[in-house]
């Protein structure tokens, strides 16, 4: 089965041996993936429409795969319950999504011995849910697919401590590990940052708004020094 490199990514986060949980399946090309490698006993796969289920059931028949992986209709994890998995997958959502999931799904943790992530947007949520609520980031990497960057993050039981701002930003794993994708992302992040900087600064003179282009220079100046903090990794 053919599947992107990021859902072979977030695949390859699985555990072995696992009953996994794949929470907005979709498709469901994840637990299919992984069954038909045998890589985990059974899966449930839920989603919060229709009709991505229906396309999942489909996917799951073409497979002869019905006895494996079943399929729920659920918003997150409501109709998830205790126990029905080790290792609980969300990927392709955004960061504030996946935050309300895990927070809603409270108190059914019991049993789960890793979260598979892979949030599109605002990671920063997801990393600070986590360091918040009992849970470490084992494993985390970056990767690039027709053109969009994406994180996957594998995260276990256990106390994180405190992390620094530009640690819950762009991900303390993959800076203390120095990961070359996050390399590239952070330079192409600071030349856009200093481009638009220089158009706003070359803008606010003949604006008739200039305290919105100042609160906006603003932010981007912070935003350009946690870049620049973020870059200090890579040169110790």
Not at 93 to 111: D, Q, S, V
Not at 162 to 182: F, I, M, S, T
Request: some cysteine; glycine content about 8%; overall charge negative.
């Amino acid at each position: 089965m053919q599947i992107s490199e990021r859902l072979m990514t977030v695949a390859s986060f699985v555990s072995d041996g696992s009953r996994v949980a794949d929470i907005g399946t979709d498709h469901a090309y994840v637990p299919i993936s992984l069954m038909l490698d045998n890589r985990i006993i059974c899966a449930l796969a839920t989603d919060v429409r229709e009709g991505p289920l229906a396309r999942a059931k489909k996917h799951i028949r073409e497979y002869q795969l019905e006895n494996s992986i079943h399929v729920r209709l659920s918003d997150g994890l409501s109709a998830y319950q205790k126990g029905e998995a080790d290792s609980i997958v969300i990927s392709g959502m955004g960061g504030a999504l996946t935050e309300r999931i895990l927070t809603e799904g409270a108190g059914k943790y019991e049993g789960v011995r890793e979260l598979i992530l892979s949030p599109q947007s605002e990671i920063f949520l997801v990393r600070i849910w986590l360091r918040k609520n009992g849970w470490q980031i084992e494993r985390e990497t970056m990767l690039v697919q027709d053109g969009k960057y994406y994180t996957v993050i594998r995260a276990v039981p256990g106390e994180d401590g405190e992390a620094r701002q530009v640690e819950d930003q762009y991900g303390g794993y993959l800076l203390k590990h120095k990961h070359p994708v996050l390399l590239n992302y952070l330079l192409q992040e600071r030349e856009t940052i200093h481009k638009i900087l220089v158009m706003l600064k070359k803008q606010i003179a003949e604006s008739q708004n200039q305290a919105h282009i100042e609160n906006r220079i603003g932010e981007l100046t912070d935003k350009l020094l946690l870049v620049e903090e973020a870059l200090l990794y890579y040169e110790m």
